[in-house]
């Protein structure tokens, strides 16, 4: 009995054994397809999703078509699209790295999460050569934002910024010069006395922080400092600057200008110019593709730099756009470093900006004839500009917990209270970034 | 069986049909607006203008082919792998006396109730330790230990309906309890097998935390985690129309198994009351 | 599986030495039916949670591994006097309780409605299974729209609200959004189950009753419910319990703005978005002790023992 009860238990563990080899087996094979078979490497690049894709288009758009011509007879680059969101990017990418995945060799980045992905370690360094090639002619604010401890740590591919878009004939009718700079009060009364709405982004999610990090470093502060002290860094989000970022966050929540659905509005659900009778926002240059098609409101579309958060103190534009890392883990550094060099290079930044609206980060290619052609002469000035005098966001390894605990304080914009709200936020940013506090 | 058919009986009728219904009307008529009726506001719930657009350009986005074929394999295999196990232990259950029976029902009930977010962490360690992590196996799994209480509950309950003096009287003719098993019991077992092979593939085919958690690409990414991440032609709109189409798309294989095997499954459910 | 065979002794002459080899007999094959089972459930949560149990004692930042540091039970300190935790834990027991009921009174209404009706049948219970068979995900998705500002119908139709009204855009319309998600995909389980147990209940019971002169609620309390206790408890075990994991409607949907956050969707940021695996795994850890807690309650109300409640059927 016994006997026979052994022989039996060990037929299930080699069962159990040869189910768990073909698992395995079956795990090695499904990693193997992403390999490619071929002695030719294949470089995965993991990208952000691009803008839509004009219904004329011909041929491969966006980042699939530089990878397409950026491949060579040494290797082929493959895209793989990541989430929508930067933080579902951020999220999905730090996974991978985590794990020490080879299959990821260059990734699209958003500028605030270099700091934590350099911090951790997961980029491949660019030796002195080509940090020269890839940060020479860039500008300046691109440059930073692709910065980590001094040192370039990603390439800039694209570059970008928010400006104020709006419908001339309500700006005419509430008598606003929009050939000077205006502030966010004047803008809000003006779409308030005219029925229009004023479009923002004040979601839960990263882009709510964007708005108010350029409230706050146009009033001439700053959300956090030091941030090179990790999570030690210095708290300044209850300065004065805060509170003016604060009161004009209440005066649109609280005014008939704001948007119904204020609380979740993003880049894509802010709609003032487009709908009738229109108003004011700020958005993201590639906005302007959106309105391309539509030669009405095309033709009473303006733009203007970012409104003022202090009459008379010239506000700092959020700067966005994409950079390019080399994974610490490919299994072809060298030919990814070489990758990097053609995808950033000015001829593929201006064709992807012709393509996009997504503007360059090289300096040199606002002068290209083919990106004069696609856009208005003044419209590109006002981005370069707008880029040159940004107000990045601050490049600390913790800036998805700054995003967070800041969210938690902030939001919904109705209930933000300049007397409070700033100082409060400073205090609950501190203690999560000491993790004291759940967020 | 006596049925009265009152007005109420079929008042209630109708709701249960609006109630089941109108969502899914909802939808359907939400991915027949084209993109540019959504982008400007549509609350009306009929389009103004439909147009099949939406469902051309949801069939041919690569990523969500893959994950409908992620989807079908993963639960597929888990529901086959899962169902096989579960008849094994819910016979045992039901008819068998030994020593640690409580044991495993509560380690089923734990299970059942377990919070599958308070996994992830730990098991995202251990998949890129065996590199299951974004792998058919690594999804496999879990689905199969979290549809096995499920299986293992609703097998049990079958078995307790069957009419086991059948086994008893096939031991009594000199059958093992293995043959009794086999030949007289797995026939009557078939339809609650099979009811509990629908409600396996129903839960691996839902399952959202471990897709999203437990995979990166579309290597293993599956459907309900490709409809979060879902990119439409403007990464910045939200794509109500195209998402409603993806969503309609996924419930079309879920409204084929129910027609298919409605009989089956209801008649699975409440076969004890009409035990002869 | 075939080759699991011939296990169960067969005749031997002695009768009491037959009954005590068969017993052990019995047993044997009772474990071995059950082991894979067993097997498989403990793999994926037995290690897991241990592990999670010693992370939990550390602060440890997934992307700043050399910062890990051992801290005791100071996460768990951290976790149970902070507002955030509580405030998540009552959204979860508010959804569970809410949805719960609902569905409970609901479903009964439905399971009656399937029992009692003869034409359509087969109409109603195709379409009653399509809500229960659907991605929660969709379903999260098309009751998003439903109440969006921009495309939803929902303030069209409801007379007592505004054309403009944002139900995303507080605390109570949001959860209430969630809710109605979650009520309109689960209720179908609990009907189902509910018809399982009214199936059970016996028609010359209720004819007997009726003969006697019983009235419809005395019917209904006297001979239908006390019949489907064991039904309803296993209704109520498992949809409480599952609604008390709620994620999949509030990720969707809301993201966790306006505080409609659980206690799942908080343990899952803390773990997967800010990649903090010794705080993630103390929630984890009071994330399933909640949930014991709450069955034990659970069970204790009914005041039966649920494993025994099984075994007899």
């Known amino acids: 009995m016994a006997g026979s009860a052994r022989r039996r238990v060990d037929g299930r563990r080699r069962r159990t054994l040869a189910l768990a080899a073909t698992m395995a087996a079956a795990a090695a094979l499904l990693a193997a397809c992403g390999g490619g078979g071929s002695g030719k490497p294949t470089l995965v690049w993991y990208i952000n999703p691009d803008p839509t894709l004009p219904a004329d288009f011909q041929g491969t758009f966006g980042q699939p078509g530089i990878a397409e011509r950026c491949s060579t007879d040494a290797y082929t680059i493959e895209t793989q699209?990541?989430?929508?969101?930067?933080?579902?990017?951020?999220?999905?990418?730090?996974?991978?790295?985590?794990?020490?995945?080879?299959?990821?060799?260059?990734?699209?980045?958003?500028?605030?999460?270099?700091?934590?992905?350099?911090?951790?370690?997961?980029?491949?360094?660019?030796?002195?050569?080509?940090?020269?090639?890839?940060?020479?002619?860039?500008?300046?604010?691109?440059?930073?934002?692709?910065?980590?401890?001094?040192?370039?740590?990603?390439?800039?591919?694209?570059?970008?910024?928010?400006?104020?878009?709006?419908?001339?004939?309500?700006?005419?009718?509430?008598?606003?010069?929009?050939?000077?700079?205006?502030?966010?009060?004047?803008?809000?009364?003006?779409?308030?006395?005219?029925?229009?709405?004023?479009?923002?982004?004040?979601?839960?999610?990263?882009?709510?922080?964007?708005?108010?990090?350029?409230?706050?470093?146009?009033?001439?502060?700053?959300?956090?400092?030091?941030?090179?002290q990790g999570n030690d860094a210095t708290v300044d989000i209850g300065s004065e600057a805060g509170v003016k970022a604060a009161a004009v966050i209440k005066k649109l929540a609280d005014s008939s200008a704001a948007e119904a659905d204020l609380s979740v509005s993003n880049e894509g659900t802010v709609l003032p110019p487009l709908v009738d009778p229109g108003g004011f926002m700020v958005n993201w240059t590639f906005a302007y593709n959106n309105y391309v098609p539509d030669k009405k409101t095309l033709a009473?579309?303006?733009?203007?730099?970012?409104?003022?958060?202090?009459?008379?103190?010239?506000?700092?534009?959020?700067?966005?756009?994409?950079?390019?890392?080399?994974?610490?883990?490919?299994?072809?550094?060298?030919?990814?470093?070489?990758?990097?060099?053609?995808?950033?290079?000015?001829?593929?930044q201006v064709q992807y900006a012709v393509e996009t609206a997504n503007m360059p980060a090289r300096e040199g290619a606002y002068q290209d004839p083919a990106l004069k052609k696609q856009f208005p002469p003044d419209l590109l000035k006002l981005w370069l500009s707008s880029i040159d005098t940004a107000g990045p966001r601050p490049a600390s390894p913790y800036w998805s917990t700054i995003v967070d605990a800041t969210l938690n304080q902030w939001h919904p914009a109705s209930s933000v209270d300049p007397s409070t709200t700033p100082q409060d936020s400073a205090s609950f940013i501190e203690q999560a970034l000491h993790g004291d506090v759940l967020i | 069986m006596k049925q009265r058919l009152g007005p109420s009986t079929i008042l209630g009728g109708v709701l249960i049909l609006v109630w089941c219904l109108l969502p899914i009307a909802w939808i359907f008529s939400l991915s027949l607006k084209p993109v540019a009726e959504t982008t400007t506001g549509s609350p009306q719930f009929l389009p103004k203008s439909a147009t099949w657009d939406n469902y051309s350009t949801v069939f041919q986005d690569h990523d969500f082919q893959r994950a409908l074929i992620n989807s079908f394999g993963i639960s597929l295999i888990a529901t086959v792998l899962s169902v096989m196990i579960a008849t094994l232990c819910a016979y045992a259950i039901a008819r068998l006396e030994f020593k640690g029976k409580r044991a495993v029902l509560s380690i089923a009930l734990a299970i059942a109730m377990f919070p599958v977010v308070s996994l992830v962490g730990p098991l995202f360690d251990m998949w890129t330790t065996f590199h299951l992590?974004?792998?058919?196996?690594?999804?496999?799994?879990?689905?199969?230990?979290?549809?096995?209480?499920?299986?293992?509950?609703?097998?049990?309950?079958?078995?307790?309906?069957?009419?086991?003096?059948?086994?008893?009287?096939?031991?009594?003719?000199?059958?093992?309890?293995?043959?009794?098993?086999?030949?007289?019991?797995?026939?009557?077992?078939?339809?609650?097998?099979?009811?509990?092979?629908?409600?396996?593939?129903?839960?691996?085919?839902?399952?959202?935390?471990?897709?999203?958690?437990?995979?990166?690409?579309?290597?293993?990414?599956?459907?309900?985690?490709?409809?979060?991440?879902?990119?439409?032609?403007?990464?910045?709109?939200?794509?109500?129309?195209?998402?409603?189409?993806?969503?309609?798309?996924?419930?079309?294989?879920?409204?084929?198994?129910?027609?298919?095997?409605?009989?089956?499954?209801?008649?699975?459910?409440?076969?004890?009351?009409?035990?002869? | 599986m075939a080759t699991a065979t011939t296990t169960?002794?067969?005749?031997?002459?002695?009768?009491?030495?037959?009954?005590?080899?068969?017993?052990?007999?019995?047993?044997?094959?009772?474990?071995?039916?059950?082991?894979?089972?067993?097997?498989?459930?403990?793999?994926?949560?037995?290690?897991?949670?241990?592990?999670?149990?010693?992370?939990?004692l550390f602060q440890y930042r997934l992307t700043a591994p050399d910062d890990r540091q051992f801290v005791g039970l100071g996460n768990y300190l951290t976790i149970l006097t902070d507002s955030l935790w509580w405030k998540d834990i009552g959204n979860t027991l508010f959804i569970m309780v809410v949805t719960v009921a609902v569905e409970l009174v609901i479903g009964f209404a439905f399971a009656m409605v399937m029992h009692r009706i003869i034409f359509a049948r087969g109409v109603i219970r195709t379409s009653i299974l399509i809500p229960?068979?659907?991605?929660?995900?969709?379903?999260?998705?098309?009751?998003?729209?439903?109440?969006?500002?921009?495309?939803?119908?929902?303030?069209?139709?409801?007379?007592?609200?505004?054309?403009?009204?944002?139900?995303?855009?507080?605390?109570?319309?949001?959860?209430f959004a969630i809710c109605v998600s979650e009520i309109w995909k689960t209720t179908p389980f609990m009907s189902l189950l509910l018809l399982a147990g009214l199936a059970q209940v016996s028609e010359d019971m209720l004819e007997a009753a009726k003969v006697d002169g019983a009235t419809w609620w005395q019917r209904l309390y006297k001979v239908i419910l006390p019949n489907m206790r064991a039904a309803i408890m296993v209704a109520v075990l498992f949809r409480a319990l599952d609604a008390f994991r709620i994620f999949d409607n509030i990720y969707i949907m809301t993201r966790g703005a306006q505080n409609t956050e659980s206690a799942s969707f908080l343990t899952y940021r803390q773990v997967i978005t800010q990649f903090e695996l010794g705080m993630g795994s103390a929630l984890s850890v009071l994330l399933f002790l909640s949930v014991l807690v709450i069955a034990f309650i659970l069970v204790k109300i009914f005041g039966v023992d649920l494993a025994a409640a099984r075994q007899e059927g």
């Open chain 3, 8 to 56: 169960a002794p067969t005749a031997t002459p002695a009768a009491p030495a037959r009954e005590s080899d068969r017993l052990r007999g019995e047993n044997r094959l009772g474990w071995k039916l059950v082991a894979p089972a067993v097997v498989v459930m403990l793999v994926v949560t037995a290690y897991p949670m241990l592990r999670a149990l010693y992370l939990s």
């Open chain 1, 300 to 348: 009473d579309l303006g733009w203007a730099r970012y409104p003022q958060t202090v009459a008379g103190q010239e506000s700092r534009p959020p700067i966005g756009g994409i950079n390019i890392g080399v994974s610490k883990y490919s299994a072809h550094p060298d030919l990814a470093l070489k990758a990097v060099q053609c995808i950033t290079s000015q001829d593929e």
């Open chain 3, 132 to 175: 229960y068979g659907i991605i929660t995900v969709v379903s999260a998705f098309a009751w998003q729209f439903a109440f969006s500002l921009n495309n939803g119908f929902v303030n069209g139709w409801l007379p007592f609200v505004g054309s403009d009204f944002n139900w995303f855009g507080s605390h109570w319309p949001s959860l």
């Open chain 1, 81 to 228: 699209t990541l989430p929508t969101s930067a933080t579902d990017q951020r999220v999905q990418l730090l996974r991978r790295l985590a794990a020490q995945d080879p299959s990821i060799d260059l990734m699209s980045l958003d500028p605030v999460f270099t700091a934590e992905f350099a911090a951790a370690g997961y980029l491949e360094a660019f030796p002195a050569d080509v940090t020269d090639s890839l940060s020479q002619g860039v500008l300046k604010g691109a440059v930073e934002g692709a910065s980590w401890d001094d040192s370039l740590v990603v390439a800039p591919l694209w570059a970008n910024t928010q400006v104020l878009w709006y419908r001339k004939s309500m700006a005419k009718a509430a008598g606003l010069d929009m050939s000077q700079p205006v502030t966010w009060n004047q803008i809000i009364d003006a779409a308030a006395k005219e029925g229009g709405k004023v479009g923002v982004q004040a979601n839960k999610y990263e882009g709510y922080v964007v708005w108010i990090n350029a409230l706050v470093t146009s009033a001439g502060g700053e959300i956090v400092t030091n941030t090179s």
């Open chain 2, 133 to 276: 992590f974004d792998t058919w196996p690594g999804l496999i799994i879990p689905y199969m230990s979290f549809t096995l209480p499920l299986a293992i509950w609703t097998l049990s309950a079958f078995f307790r309906e069957i009419p086991w003096e059948m086994e008893q009287a096939a031991q009594v003719d000199g059958a093992t309890a293995w043959q009794a098993f086999r030949k007289v019991i797995v026939p009557l077992a078939a339809p609650g097998v099979f009811t509990a092979a629908i409600l396996t593939f129903f839960f691996a085919w839902n399952d959202f935390v471990f897709g999203i958690s437990l995979t990166s690409t579309t290597a293993a990414r599956p459907v309900p985690a490709q409809l979060a991440f879902f990119v439409g032609p403007d990464p910045f709109n939200p794509p109500s129309s195209q998402l409603a189409t993806a969503a309609v798309m996924v419930t079309i294989p879920i409204i084929v198994i129910v027609l298919l095997f409605q009989r089956k499954i209801v008649a699975g459910l409440t076969s004890g009351a009409v035990k002869g």
